[in-house]
């Protein structure tokens, strides 16, 4: 950000120089964004056998 060469005179008619400057800073906070993704998978076992993929023989 800059002033217009006709504005950098001083009222007495002398050129200004510039002497330094002036900062700020603004300080902007984005909140992190935090997602939940649920898969839910079923899972199946034989009641029979208790899971174990073993047949009970009957008798």
């Known amino acids: 950000m800059n002033i217009a060469e006709e504005e950098k005179v001083c009222g007495c008619g002398t050129p200004l ?3 330094g400057e002036e900062v700020s800073e603004k ?4 909140p992190a964004k935090v997602q ?4 839910i ?4 076992a ?3 056998c208790e899971g174990g993929g073993k047949r009970r023989r009957s008798g």
Do not use: A, N, Q
Request: charged letters at 35%; a positive charge.
């Open 41 to 44: 998978r079923p899972k199946y």
């Open 27 to 30: 300080l902007d906070i984005i």
């Open 17 to 19: 120089s510039r002497i």
């Open 46 to 48: 034989c009641k029979g």
């Open 36 to 39: 939940v993704f649920r898969t």
